[in-house]
């Protein structure tokens, strides 16, 4: 079945730098790549999501980048505020056959240090 | 559209009980998930339905576990002779199948389960 590894499982940057998380599926037919955000104590929220018809997607300071040949998927996040601080999941998905569940990462802690 | 709501917010049972969680969707959405979630880790795909039907379940979710969407609408998961390792979050979300794609996943507030 799908596997979705994630790494880094954390990650600690300054305030106004980078972040980078990277993801690798396993099945070839996945071809929806959401990521999600979880605050403490909260559910998780789509922030980004790419269909593989595409190579990158951006979204204000968010941006998604998929390399289909070699099964990874990326999530960027520029000029990193405070607010940012959450755990990321990356996750894929067939998306349109009847076998469409969606198969989370184990997350990214992502925190920003003042 | 009130979001994805979920009862209880939280359940505390002895081991060995049977416990009954509830999951009402997004009114317009077809597809129902249900996911369990352990500290640390991602969410764990338990089982989804579209409308009344249950398209798959987990190889890993033991015949303890039964989920069910009688009119399409909301949903139970019901836990049978529950363990301690059974206690973690147990996230519902739902989503739209309208044509070919199918919308993002919407997430409810979960129930976390405490089983002693």
């Known amino acids: 079945g799908e596997n979705v590894e994630q790494h880094p499982s954390t990650l600690s940057v300054q305030e106004g730098d980078s972040a980078v998380i990277k993801c690798t599926y396993s099945?070839?037919?996945?071809?929806?790549f959401p990521w999600y955000k979880q605050e403490l104590g909260k559910r998780p929220q789509l922030i980004i999501d790419i269909r593989s018809n595409v190579g990158e997607k951006k979204d204000q300071r968010i941006a998604v980048t998929l390399n289909k040949t070699a099964k990874h998927f990326s999530l960027h996040i520029t000029e990193t505020q405070p607010e940012d601080s959450a755990v990321y999941f990356c996750?894929?998905?067939?998306?349109?056959?009847?076998?469409?569940?969606?198969?989370f990462g184990s997350g990214t802690r992502l925190s920003i240090r003042p | 559209d009130t979001g994805v709501s979920q009862d209880p917010r939280h359940k505390i049972t002895k081991r060995g009980q049977n416990v009954t969680f509830r999951c009402d969707p997004i009114?317009?959405?077809?597809?129902l998930y249900w996911y369990r979630q352990t500290l640390g880790q991602g969410p764990e795909f338990l089982t989804y339905?579209?409308?009344?039907?249950?398209?798959?379940k987990s190889r890993l979710l033991s015949d303890r576990f039964s989920a069910e969407r009688p009119k399409g609408s909301f949903s139970t998961l019901e836990i049978q002779r529950t363990e301690q390792g059974d206690s973690a979050m147990y996230l519902c979300?739902?989503?739209?199948?309208?044509?070919?794609?199918?919308?993002?996943?919407?997430f409810g507030n979960g129930t976390r389960l405490t089983v002693t």
């Open positions: 099945d070839s037919a996945s071809n929806y």
């Open positions: 009114s317009e959405h077809n597809r």
């Open positions: 339905f579209q409308n009344e039907a249950q398209l798959e």
């Open positions: 979300a739902s989503s739209l199948l309208s044509g070919v794609y199918n919308s993002p996943l919407h």
């Open positions: 996750a894929a998905s067939k998306g349109v056959s009847s076998a469409s569940k969606i198969i």
